[in-house]
Each structure stands twice: as C-alpha cells, then as structure tokens.
C-alpha cells in the first residue's frame, strides 16, 4: 500500500462538514490497521477480541474542547488528536496488550508517527484504563486537506464495562470527590477480576514440554507436545494439547504415525495451498496440527477439505466485521462518492471486494469485474435514467485509468491469457 500522500498547507476555511468528510476517509485506512490486528491475534480457537465502535467527534463536543483550550476555529480540527475515535475490545490483558502491539505495528507500517499511552499501567485517577494509540492520518481530497486525528482504545470486557457505566457521572462538569472515590474503588476490584482472569489465560496457554513417545504409543499428552515442538520449534500451550487429545478421544492414533505426517512437508503444503484458496494470511501452527489429526482420523481428502473450510471461516470472520463498515463509511451521496473517487481517496481493489467483483490471476494480479462494479455502484447509489448511463461512463474511465484489469468474465490477465494462446 502506498504511504499516505502527506497535506502541504494548512486550510483555514474547512468546515465541520469538510473535516468530518476528511475523517471518514482516515477511519477506512485506520480500520484496515486495527482489521490486520484482529487477524494476527492468535489462534481462532480463543476469542480475542472485537472492533466495537467508530465516531468522529461530533461538531459540539469539539467545539468545547476548543474553546477549553483556546484553539481558534482554523486549527482546532488539525489540534484534536481524537477527531476519529475508534475502540477494540479484547477479552483479556494479554490480548490488549498484544492487539496494541500489533495495531501500532500495522500504523507504522503505512508510514505513520505512532505514540501509545498506556492507562492500565498508569490508570487516571478516576480509575480509568485503558491502551490508547494516537496517530495523524493525513488526507487531501482536492483543495482540502488535514490531518485528521486519530485515537484507538483497546480495553479489557472488564474495562469496557467500567468505562460504559461510569460515562455518564464522571463526564459532568462537576463530579463530586466521592463519586471519583466510588468509581476509582470500582476499577481497582475490577482490576484485580482482570488480573485473575489472566492468571487462567496464562494457565490455560502455558507451554507443555513434551517426551519422545516409545515405539508404537498411543498419544498422549506428552508425545503430542514432542511431536509439536518437533514440527513447530515451540512448545504448544496446554489449552491446544487439551483440545487435540479431546478431539482424538477414543480414536486409536499411534504418535508416530502424526509426528510423520507433520514432518511431510508436502502436506503441509498442500494444506496450506488450500487455506489460502480464501485466506489472505498463512496458516497457524494450530490449524496444520488440526489437519494431520483429521487426515490421520479419516484420510488426508478430508484434512485438505478441512484445512479449505478453516481458511474459509477465518477469511469469513474478518470480512464480516468490515463489511457492513465499509459500506456504512462510503459517502452517503453519487455526487461525494465521484469527487473522491475523482481525487483518489477511494481504495478501488479494497471497494470491489466488498462488493464480490474482485479476483486475481494464477500470476497474482489483481482484476476486477469492471461491468460488475459499475453494476454495484449504480444499485448502491440507486441510480437510474440519465444518471445511470453518465455514471457509468464516468466509472469505466476510471477503471481504465486505474491500472486494473477488466476480469471480463475471465480468471487470467491478458498477459497469461497471451501465453496460454500461444502456447497452445
């Protein structure tokens, strides 16, 4: 992706309407980041966490702000640095701090100043915790430009549930010194229900030292952590070991038969072939030891179908909490979206996939079904009659501008499909 083109000047006659228009282009990319977390986080087998909510701050609220800090009208959209707010919710302190880690990773990685501020090892005295990750995206759409700022909360479900019920009291403009007392107890007892939960997590996903099996056993809890350290170069937590030997059950699995299916490389890689047919990341570690049961309980047919449906159903979760967000973030009128899409602020590939008309050639490049989008886009904006038939002239010149590929019907690029003719 390419780093984000960086505004020149500052614009002292943007508007409320304007900066909030600026802000929603910021929040796709932001969300994308915080997206790419969520994948990282770890095995699908715990529940990590969630993107829980988006807002740019309303009109009146940063007006406060401004006043309370003396900002003048003409920099107070540029001075906010929670113009954008967005906030994950993960189950535990473990997954908070990792989901931090990586998100910040993710930010940086499009080009992006980062600065984290940590509430869980610091609170704020009324008791309030949390991650926050603080970022300036910068956007231009023609004449307008900013630096839109961006927030990022990450908290526990505990935390998540202190901060909800104490909004209301603690963001008056008087709060009585024992009210602040109350709600700052209340954090501390919920501190310390975070702190036992992580005891269980970090119990739960210890790393279980293994023993090399003797000839012809059975697996056991021992055998399946050596053969899984063997493969792997890492000991498994305790919590995969449990939910493999539940799986095995009564089954009659010889360990040396799976420490020899996880040493085939060819099956590893024909099953990671197969996740990725939908996946867009590799496999975990967790998943091929899945397959090489499953091959070993009922054929390796049906552990390639399996590794196939995992990749589906990890693709699937990210895809759903993003979905219904990209199209909730395009511009709600024909006329705004063809001005962004005039000066580039709209990702095209990111688009067509949400709309299902994009695919890529056994080559990797990337195409789209250009009648199709159009299609999409006219259905989206509702658009009929004269308009219809100037939006879809005005769409195909910009696909053809584009430098993507008309799929047209078609699984291969020009280039390949050139080759494949002539070879023949």
Same mark, same amino acid.
């Given at each position: 992706?390419?780093?984000?083109?960086?505004?020149?000047?500052?614009?002292?006659?943007?508007?409320?309407?304007?900066?909030?228009?600026?802000a929603l282009i910021a929040e796709r990319q932001v969300r994308l980041a915080v997206v790419r977390a969520l994948a990282a986080l770890?095995?699908?087998?715990?529940?990590?966490?969630?993107?829980?909510?988006?807002?740019?701050?309303?009109?009146?609220?940063?007006?406060?702000?401004?006043?309370?800090?003396?900002?003048?009208?003409?920099?107070?959209?540029?001075r906010c640095e929670d113009f954008l707010g967005m906030r994950?919710?993960?189950?535990?302190?473990?997954?908070?701090?990792?989901?931090a880690d990586l998100v910040q990773q993710s930010l940086q990685a499009q080009g992006l100043k980062v600065?984290?501020?940590?509430?869980?090892?610091?609170?704020?005295?009324?008791?309030?915790r949390a991650i926050h990750i603080l970022t300036r995206y910068p956007v231009t759409v023609g004449k307008r430009s900013m630096n839109v700022g961006c927030e990022v909360q990450i908290r526990t479900l505990l935390q998540d549930a202190w901060a909800r019920l104490s909004r209301q009291d603690l963001y008056r403009s008087s709060i009585p010194e024992d009210l602040v007392r109350r709600?700052?107890?209340?954090?501390?007892?919920? %501190?310390?229900?975070? #702190?036992? $939960?992580? @005891?269980?997590?970090?119990?739960?996903?210890r790393p279980v030292a293994g023993k090399k099996p003797p000839k012809n056993a059975q697996i056991s809890e021992s055998s399946l952590a050596f053969i899984y350290q063997r493969a792997f170069k890492e000991e498994p937590q305790s919590y995969l070991v449990e939910w493999m030997l539940k799986k095995i059950a009564d089954a009659c699995v010889r360990a040396d038969a799976l420490d020899a299916l996880l040493q085939d490389r060819q099956f590893l890689a024909e099953g990671e072939k197969e996740y990725q047919i939908a996946a867009r990341w590799p496999a975990d570690d967790s998943r091929k030891l899945e397959w090489a049961i499953e091959a070993l309980l009922r054929g390796?047919?049906? %552990?390639?179908?399996? #590794?196939? $449906?995992? @990749?589906?159903r990890d693709w699937d979760e990210i895809v759903a909490q993003s979905d219904s967000e990209m199209r909730a973030t395009l511009p709600s009128a024909w006329n705004e979206f063809k001005e962004q899409l005039e000066y580039g602020s709209i990702d095209l590939h990111e688009l067509a996939q949400h709309f299902d008309v994009a695919s890529e050639?056994?080559?990797?490049?990337?195409?789209?079904e250009f009648d199709d989008f159009i299609d999409a886009i006219q259905e989206h904006y509702s658009l009929r009659g004269d308009e219809a038939e100037t939006s879809y002239d005005f769409l195909l010149t910009t696909l053809n501008d584009s430098g993507f590929e008309d799929a047209d019907g078609s699984r291969l690029c020009s280039r390949c499909t050139h080759k494949l003719n002539k070879d023949d």
């Amino acid at each position: 992706m390419a780093e984000p083109t960086r505004p020149k000047t500052e614009n002292p006659s943007l508007s409320y309407d304007d900066a909030a228009e600026l802000a929603l282009i910021a929040e796709r990319q932001v969300r994308l980041a915080v997206v790419r977390a969520l994948a990282a986080l770890g095995s699908p087998e715990l529940v990590r966490g969630r993107l829980d909510e988006q807002r740019v701050k309303p009109k009146a609220s940063i007006e406060r702000k401004a006043k309370q800090r003396r900002w003048t009208p003409a920099e107070m959209f540029e001075r906010c640095e929670d113009f954008l707010g967005m906030r994950m919710v993960c189950n535990n302190l473990q997954d908070a701090f990792r989901a931090a880690d990586l998100v910040q990773q993710s930010l940086q990685a499009q080009g992006l100043k980062v600065e984290r501020r940590d509430y869980i090892a610091k609170p704020v005295f009324t008791g309030y915790r949390a991650i926050h990750i603080l970022t300036r995206y910068p956007v231009t759409v023609g004449k307008r430009s900013m630096n839109v700022g961006c927030e990022v909360q990450i908290r526990t479900l505990l935390q998540d549930a202190w901060a909800r019920l104490s909004r209301q009291d603690l963001y008056r403009s008087s709060i009585p010194e024992d009210l602040v007392r109350r709600f700052e107890a209340m954090s501390n007892s919920l %501190a310390d229900a975070d #702190a036992l $939960a992580e @005891g269980v997590r970090v119990e739960i996903t210890r790393p279980v030292a293994g023993k090399k099996p003797p000839k012809n056993a059975q697996i056991s809890e021992s055998s399946l952590a050596f053969i899984y350290q063997r493969a792997f170069k890492e000991e498994p937590q305790s919590y995969l070991v449990e939910w493999m030997l539940k799986k095995i059950a009564d089954a009659c699995v010889r360990a040396d038969a799976l420490d020899a299916l996880l040493q085939d490389r060819q099956f590893l890689a024909e099953g990671e072939k197969e996740y990725q047919i939908a996946a867009r990341w590799p496999a975990d570690d967790s998943r091929k030891l899945e397959w090489a049961i499953e091959a070993l309980l009922r054929g390796r047919d049906k %552990a390639l179908e399996l #590794a196939r $449906a995992h @990749g589906q159903r990890d693709w699937d979760e990210i895809v759903a909490q993003s979905d219904s967000e990209m199209r909730a973030t395009l511009p709600s009128a024909w006329n705004e979206f063809k001005e962004q899409l005039e000066y580039g602020s709209i990702d095209l590939h990111e688009l067509a996939q949400h709309f299902d008309v994009a695919s890529e050639c056994i080559c990797g490049e990337e195409l789209i079904e250009f009648d199709d989008f159009i299609d999409a886009i006219q259905e989206h904006y509702s658009l009929r009659g004269d308009e219809a038939e100037t939006s879809y002239d005005f769409l195909l010149t910009t696909l053809n501008d584009s430098g993507f590929e008309d799929a047209d019907g078609s699984r291969l690029c020009s280039r390949c499909t050139h080759k494949l003719n002539k070879d023949d």
